[in-house]
């Protein structure tokens, strides 16, 4: 299984920026799909998952009614939507798979098995 994540640059302050994390190989049983940032000199951390059949959704408590993850299945792709960025903002993001059934998509990185390169999300003041 492979991650391709796209989308990140360099945008000022109350702008948007729209992520996409595209999955291939045998990415059949990747039942969730998340994301998760990093910050210079930070842990990384959670920022957002879905579960692929349900639709299921789970945000970090800093971007809920700013970011939207969603997917399409058919074409093994998820996308982070970011509205009203922030400086605080600025990170690397990574997008993860899971083979998790659980009925809530996982939070924690150790839940997931695959990770993507990153890509990074610059916002100016």
């Known amino acids: 299984v492979q991650l391709q994540a796209s989308g990140g640059g360099l945008v000022q302050a109350g702008g948007s920026l729209r992520l996409s994390c595209n999955a291939s190989?045998?990415?059949?049983?990747?039942?969730?799909m998340g994301w998760f940032r990093q910050a210079p000199g930070k842990d990384r951390e959670f920022v957002a998952t879905?579960?692929?059949?349900?639709?299921?959704?789970s945000y970090t408590d800093s971007v809920k009614g700013r970011y939207t993850i969603s997917r399409e299945n058919a074409k093994n792709t998820v996308y982070l939507q970011m509205n009203s960025l922030k400086p605080e903002d600025t990170a690397v993001y990574y997008c993860?798979?899971?083979?998790?059934?659980?009925?809530?998509?996982?939070?924690?990185?150790?839940?997931?098995?695959?990770w993507g390169q990153g890509t990074l999300v610059t916002v100016s003041s």
């Open positions: 993860a798979a899971s083979g998790s059934v659980a009925p809530t998509p996982p939070i924690t990185s150790y839940s997931y098995n695959y």
């Open positions: 190989g045998r990415s059949s049983r990747l039942y969730v």
């Open positions: 879905i579960a692929r059949v349900t639709g299921t959704t």
